[in-house]
């Protein structure tokens, strides 16, 4: 399919600085769309300027959310080149997520190549200061109007860009997170593993208590046993326990990050013993007690790695590396973020140049 491309009359003054950028705040002058219908397929694919998107207030994703999100980066290197970390794995679990509540699949390589056009066309809304990047945003929504409860016989995918400060705006540092025991994010069978809207707005209640006590984060437990950890409330979870790198195994309630996968496969490159298996909160517990809790750390395409200075179980409070960032933890945020922006060699393949 060709794309079409109508370009902006009226472009946006370009953000002053990395300081006025924030997360999720400016968008840039122009976004992807393209319609799914019944019979006919995906079709009409085109870059339009940014602006409203308008819907009958009986289109079915807003009564049954059947609506599935993605979320990855574009960097400017130091050559001036900009690039993609691992966007194809975004685009397989796009329509992994889409499989499990019932939405089409979109042609991989075209969605990906449509993508990096978008990005080409706005890379100067690409910053280049430390720690910022673009962030690109690809969805798809159910637009039937129709008020019965079965899959929508449309969709409408859309991309959309945001230049994005530091997600560490005062610089890396360790985050208190809450041990969530009262709610439950997603069982095996549900819809866990999707990026799909309805995961996030289960969630928001008890992250906003968390917050109210002062934690950043809620780390979720499994919703049978309120036993396993499971992941925290946008990252997936790892804990250094004796030397050992463990993370909860994908069991089908929990989102595979591709950040995850990233760091198990840089871990094994330097050989450093990783795990996936179930955790207890009870097994972390007693490993804090004996000492032997030296790390633990969050992956997610927004905060690539995140330190975690304090665990709070019920009445326990588990501090972990005395405030101070661990060598594993700090080891994969350099070379992460290194690979990222193409300031270190990328052994693994993972870096898609746009342009440049």
Request: glycine share 12%; net charge neutral; charged share 20%.
């Amino acid at each position: 399919m060709k794309i079409d491309l109508q370009k902006t009359a009226s472009p946006k003054p370009k953000p002053a600085g990395p300081a006025t950028l924030g997360f999720g705040k400016v968008f840039t002058d122009h976004m992807f769309l393209m319609n799914y219908n019944e019979g006919k397929g995906w079709h009409s694919p085109r870059i339009v300027p940014y602006g409203p998107l308008s819907f009958d207030p009986a289109t079915s994703c807003l009564h049954y959310g059947q609506l599935i999100f993605e979320g990855l980066k574009a960097y400017k290197t130091p050559q001036g080149k900009t690039v993609m970390f691992r966007p194809g794995q975004n685009v397989k679990r796009l329509n992994a997520s889409g499989a499990r509540i019932c939405i089409p699949p979109v042609d991989e390589d075209f969605l990906l190549e449509a993508i990096a056009e978008l990005v080409r066309l706005e890379k100067d809304w690409v910053p280049s200061a430390p720690g910022t990047s673009l962030y690109i945003r690809p969805f798809i929504m159910g637009t039937e109007d129709f008020l019965g409860v079965h899959p929508s016989s449309s969709y409408l995918l859309c991309v959309i860009l945001s230049p994005s400060g530091s997600y560490y705006a005062q610089g890396l540092a360790p985050v208190r997170i809450h041990v969530e025991e009262k709610h439950v994010r997603a069982v095996k069978g549900g819809t866990g593993i999707a990026k799909s809207a309805g995961n996030y707005a289960g969630s928001m209640v008890a992250q906003i208590e968390a917050q109210a006590k002062g934690f950043a984060q809620v780390l979720w437990l499994d919703g049978i046993e309120r036993k396993y950890i499971e992941e925290v409330g946008a990252m997936n979870i790892f804990f250094v326990i004796d030397g050992q790198v463990v993370t909860p195994e994908l069991g089908g309630s929990i989102l595979p990050g591709i950040t995850r996968a990233s760091v198990l496969e840089m871990l094994g490159s330097w050989g450093i013993p990783a795990a996936e298996r179930k955790i207890s909160i009870e097994e972390i517990s007693q490993a804090y007690g004996e000492g032997k809790l030296e790390e633990v750390f969050g992956t997610g395409t927004a905060a690539v790695i995140a330190p975690v200075g304090e665990l709070k179980w019920g009445e326990q409070s588990m501090s972990v590396g005395g405030g101070e960032i661990g060598p594993i933890t700090a080891r994969l945020y350099e070379n992460l973020t290194g690979i990222q922006t193409c300031r270190r060699p990328d052994p693994f393949g993972w870096v898609y140049t746009v342009d440049g």
